[in-house]
């Protein structure tokens, strides 16, 4: 069964800098796409970032481009999502998610428990 813990979620201040973590297992390979999600109060759970197998190609939502990026370490089966220049609308709980097949489509199949993110003005 496939696993995800996400860490490093907390409070923080406008214009700060964060790192998420996200710790996978339960697989033989990595060669499997890997995704963060977000959820804010009140709002539908929206796509935030995914990376390939490799970490050669990364997509972004429009309104993280350019301040957030995520990067994967295959070694240590774990995911991370840099986050910078933060704003009160990045606050939500935030989720890794990966993908039942190494094509990666279609909506996630594993979701980790999820992290908070705060980011107060």
């Known amino acids: 069964q496939v696993q995800l813990v996400e860490s490093g979620g907390g409070l923080v201040q406008a214009g700060d800098s964060l790192r998420l973590s996200c710790a996978a297992s339960?697989?033989?390979?990595?060669?499997?796409?890997m995704a963060w999600f977000r959820q804010a109060p009140g709002k539908e759970r929206e796509f935030v970032a995914r990376i390939n197998w490799s970490g050669g190609n990364t997509y972004y939502a429009d309104s993280v481009k350019g301040r957030f990026t995520m990067s994967r370490d295959n070694t240590k089966n774990a995911v991370y999502l840099q986050m910078s220049s933060l704003k009160p609308e990045d606050t939500a709980v935030y989720y890794c998610?990966?993908?039942?097949?190494?094509?990666?489509?279609?909506?996630?199949?594993?979701w980790g428990q999820g992290t908070q993110v705060t980011v107060s003005s």
């Open positions: 998610a990966t993908y039942g097949t190494i094509y990666g489509s279609g909506p996630p199949d594993y």
């Open positions: 339960g697989r033989t390979s990595s060669r499997y796409p």
